[in-house]
């Protein structure tokens, strides 16, 4: 895995990293299944809330 960005690197750099540590050890499945739970959340969360 990639050093951690220095803090004047760029948010965007930043931000990827902190997201491949957040998953770091899960399995591909075990990922990908929390990915869609989140989806879905956030879709749920849209429809409320132009309802």
């Known amino acids: 895995m990639a050093p951690k960005p220095e803090p004047h690197d760029c948010l ?4 990827k990293w902190d997201a491949w540590k957040a998953v770091e050890g899960k399995s591909k499945d075990e990922a990908m299944t929390d990915y869609i739970t ?3 959340q956030l879709l749920e969360e849209a429809a409320a809330s132009t309802s």
């Open 38 to 40: 989140k989806v879905k």
């Open 12 to 15: 965007k750099e930043r931000a």
